[in-house]
């Protein structure tokens, strides 16, 4: 999707290091989300931001952190307390987060982490 | 939580055939969207069916949601190379008080030319 970016393409986390991924959005939406993907499974959420400033844990938030400090950008940390961080992750966006908005979900094209 | 669960999990088809997928799920939904991925890229959004809803289609998509059985079907009609993707279906439900879109684990779909 060209209204999300997400970078880089590919990260590799060392032992005991925290790493960053960028999610950057030119959509105006309120809503940004970060999911988790492990080969051959559905997307996780990791956690979810409905406002500027606020942001909520998702189903498997241990070990990550997030900010919302600006309505455009939604950064993740992966911390070195998530002992198997090696997944693909989604970044996506939604123009509301009103239960009646009926909106689809927008998404990057992904980070790939890997463990050195 | 997993609450969407497509059916089958791998599907082999000819080109120009018809390629059919379901979805399960538990809980009572707000709306049901079907959402495509090719390999190592981000998902792409094809539908979404209101749940007061039955059938939608969209040029040669076709979805079906049947709320008393808790299940939906996408119908992919004259598949095409093209098509070959991972298709997953997503709930979105009210989950205590936030709005939650909840993925099942995909069906991968092989059209052959």
């Known amino acids: 999707d060209g209204g999300i970016t997400q970078s880089p393409k590919y990260l590799f986390r060392k032992e005991g290091q925290n790493v960053t991924l960028s999610c950057e959005q030119n959509l105006n939406h309120d809503a940004m989300y970060w999911y988790r993907q492990d080969p051959g499974q559905g997307l996780r959420l990791i956690y979810y931001s409905q406002i500027v400033n606020d942001f909520q844990k998702g189903d498997i938030a241990e070990g990550y952190s997030v900010s919302r400090e600006k309505k455009e950008s939604f950064p993740l940390t992966v911390t070195s307390a998530q002992k198997n961080p090696t997944a693909f992750y989604l970044c996506a966006t939604t123009d509301s987060f009103q239960p009646s908005s009926n909106q689809p979900q927008h998404f990057g094209d992904g980070t790939r982490l890997s463990i050195l | 939580s997993q609450q969407g669960e497509e059916d089958p999990q791998a599907l082999s088809i000819q080109e120009g055939e018809n390629a059919t997928m379901n979805c399960s799920y538990k809980?009572?939904?707000?709306?049901l969207q079907w959402y495509r991925q090719n390999s190592g890229r981000g998902l792409v959004h094809l539908i979404l069916?209101?749940?007061?809803?039955r059938e939608k289609h969209s040029g040669r998509l076709r979805v079906t949601l049947d709320t008393s059985k808790k299940s939906s079907s996408l119908l992919i009609t004259a598949s095409r190379a093209a098509d070959t993707a991972s298709y997953f279906c997503?709930?979105?439900?009210?989950?205590?008080?936030?709005?939650?879109?909840?993925f099942g684990s995909g069906t991968q779909l092989t059209v052959l030319p």
């Open positions: 069916i209101r749940s007061n809803e």
């Open positions: 997503a709930t979105d439900a009210l989950s205590g008080s936030a709005r939650q879109l909840t």
């Open positions: 809980t009572s939904i707000n709306n």
